[in-house]
């Protein structure tokens, strides 16, 4: 089975700083892409920033500038560093990555369990 195990959520105050960790385990063959995902109360789930197999990365206009997304290729962990934290950017935040598993020549997508980022006033 692939698991994906996120870290680092909290409770932080606006302008602060926190980084948040995906580590990927299983029968991986290739992971294609690497991806952090949101969900505000009441709001539709939105695609924060992603870093495919090629290395390039795209983020959404509001945190661009603000937000890093990296990732250790050894250790198969996808980081997003969040700086200059609004409290906008309070929502649950997923981990998402589309991987090839080991046997198994087709892709699939896994989600983490998510973990609360809370930006207060």
């Known amino acids: 089975q692939v698991q994906l195990v996120e870290s680092g959520g909290g409770l932080v105050q606006a302008g602060g700083s926190l980084r948040l960790s995906c580590a990927v385990s299983?029968?991986?063959?290739?992971?294609?892409?690497m991806a952090w995902y949101r969900q505000a109360p009441g709001k539709q789930r939105e695609l924060v920033a992603s870093?495919?197999?090629?290395?390039?990365?795209n983020y959404a206009d509001s945190v661009k500038g603000r937000f890093t997304i990296s990732r250790d290729n050894a250790k198969k962990i996808v980081y997003l560093q969040m700086n200059s934290l609004k409290p906008e950017d309070t929502a649950v935040y997923y981990c998402?990555?589309?991987?090839?598993?080991?046997?198994?020549?087709?892709?699939?997508?896994?989600w983490g369990q998510g973990t609360q980022v809370t930006v207060s006033p």
């Open positions: 299983g029968s991986i063959f290739r992971i294609n892409a």
């Open positions: 870093i495919t197999r090629s290395s390039s990365t």
């Open positions: 998402n990555t589309e991987v090839v598993r080991t046997n198994l020549p087709i892709p699939y997508t896994y």
